[in-house]
Nanobody, 126 residues
Framework: QVQVVESGGGLVQAGDSLRLSCAAT????????IAWFRQVPARAREFVAA????????YYADSVKGRFTISRDNAKSTVYLQMDGLNAEDTAHYYC???????????????????WGQGTQVTVSS
């Protein structure tokens, strides 16, 4: 059973940077594609970024492309989301999720992910 735990959220000002971490544990942790989703109250969970376990391919939502960078440290079974140029629209609860799906557009859909963390809050003040 894979588990994921997020950390690194907080309150920052517009234009600042923040790095989120997602630590995966379990026997198959190294064979999980890890993604970040975010959600604000009364809205659907939104895909942010994903990194494939198979070939390291990365996927980004258009809204964060060029500002956010997802990476993974396989030795630590940890995925990072570096967020630069934050703005108020990035304020949300950020969730880490894991799936055995290795590639494709399915990675952009929340129902492709079987394992979810509790999330970490990111608040950007303008």
């Amino acid at each position: 059973q894979v588990q994921v735990v997020e950390s690194g959220g907080g309150l920052v000002q517009a234009g600042d940077s923040l790095r989120l971490s997602c630590a995966a544990t379990g026997r198959t942790a190294s064979r999980q594609t890890i993604a970040w989703f975010r959600q604000v109250p009364a809205r659907a969970r939104e895909f942010v970024a994903a990194i494939s376990w198979n070939n390291g391919n990365t996927y980004y939502a258009d809204s964060v492309k060029g500002r956010f960078t997802i990476s993974r440290d396989n030795a630590k079974s940890t995925v990072y989301l570096q967020m630069d140029g934050l703005n108020a629209e990035d304020t949300a609860h950020y969730y880490c999720a894991a799936t055995t799906v290795a590639y494709g557009l399915a990675l952009l859909r929340s129902n492709s992910y079987a394992t979810w963390g509790q999330g970490t809050q990111v608040t950007v003040s303008s």
